[in-house]
């Protein structure tokens, strides 16, 4: 028993329970169901995520030695070979299902496994490490954005699904260049840009109407990983400070309605992967704005409280559960998100993890 707690620790396995959240986001963004590929996308996206949790701590592993001596590896629980190999296979299982949901999923999966590599092996002690973060997060989005378009794209012509300039660059139009939004683009256009096929305008257009989520998960990612760097020194007050602000903007913008369009919704006559016929009556609409307002505040009350007492008092400790309680707030953030996108039913599922979240971080520590 005491094996399995020691890699449920090097895993941060109270923190799996954010990550399905951004494929469902994604999906919603697309205005078609989740199916099976949305599923693999999902699958991808844990597999990666833990190869960064393990592939972090053998990175760090003499750091932590110093700093935080009690974890798995420097503590001798968990050989560092044994977490790079765990990185390892954890990585190529992600790759497989990732490709298993299709080749522009495939290329997405590529992209944020060679983003969580290079933010572990060498970009996270430098400036460009919130950056990095953002942009991996915001990816995985895009992934499960990716993945949910595929089935149905692949069934059109050519010409099916594509934006007015029927090309993948379109996806880089709604955001500006320098923007976080921007960046994403991108990252993303240089993946799916991999895969021709008949597909890929849909692919593009999937992407271009997920921009704005995976922007609003880069930017918090980005306000978290500024916190984080100081979870262990303490005494900095400039970052909770900035992620207050960044909390209080994103919980404002989730919480109004995204006044999406009739192919938005799910409809009673979609199969899986499609939206219904225009006129289809909906099986569920667009939540309230009481919803949004709920799933809203719920993630700035969970960001924002322990950001207050960091800003307050900059200790190691109050600095660590705001870093603690910034993930956390990650599962309603999503949750708004979808509702925002007019998929209730990913919202509800999304806001059903809070509670199991925030009892498991009780055991293991999501940081």
């Known amino acids: ?151 149905r794209t692949a069934r059109q012509s050519p010409s099916a699904g594509r934006s007015p300039a029927g090309s993948s660059a379109d996806a880089t139009v709604a955001a500006p260049a320098g923007s976080g939004a921007g960046v994403l683009a991108r990252l993303s256009s240089a993946a799916v840009g991999a895969w021709a096929g008949p597909s890929a305008g849909g692919t593009a257009g999937a992407v271009r109407r997920a921009l704005l989520p995976a922007a609003v998960l880069g930017a918090h990612t980005y306000a978290l990983t500024t916190v984080s760097r100081a979870e262990t020194r303490g005494g900095a007050r400039g970052g909770p400070l900035a992620a207050l602000g960044v909390t209080a903007v994103l919980g404002a913008l989730v919480g109004t309605d995204g006044q999406p369009g009739p192919a938005a919704r799910w409809r009673r006559s979609g199969r899986a992967g499609e939206p219904g016929p225009p006129g289809a009556p909906g099986v569920l609409g667009t939540p309230g704005g009481l919803g949004r307002a709920v799933l809203a505040g719920g993630y700035a009350v969970t960001a924002g409280r322990p950001l207050v007492h960091a800003v307050l008092n900059p200790s190691p400790q109050l600095t660590q559960r705001a870093v603690g309680g910034g993930i956390r707030a990650l599962i309603p953030l999503q949750a708004a998100l979808a509702a925002r996108s007019g998929s209730p039913v990913s919202a509800a599922l999304l806001a059903g993890l809070v509670p199991v979240a925030r009892r498991l971080a009780r055991k293991v520590s999501p940081t």
């Open 1 to 151: 028993m005491s094996e399995l707690r020691d890699w449920a620790e090097l895993l941060r396995v109270s923190a799996l329970f954010t990550v399905p959240g951004d494929a469902l986001a994604g999906a919603a963004a697309t205005g078609r169901r989740p199916g099976a590929a949305t599923a693999l996308a999902a699958g991808a996206s844990l597999c990666l995520y833990e190869a960064g949790m393990a592939l972090n701590d053998w990175a760090d592993r003499d750091e932590d030695a110093a700093e935080r001596p009690h974890r798995p590896v420097p503590s001798g629980r968990i050989a560092p070979g044994q977490a790079l190999a765990a990185a390892a296979v954890l990585t190529g299982a992600g790759l497989g299902l990732g490709f298993a949901a299709g080749r522009p999923t495939g290329w997405c999966a590529t992209a944020l496994a060679g983003t969580v590599w290079a933010y572990d092996l060498r970009l996270k002690h430098t400036a460009a490490g919130p950056a990095a973060m953002a942009s991996a997060r915001g990816l995985d989005l895009l992934m499960g954005a990716v993945a949910t378009a595929g089935p």
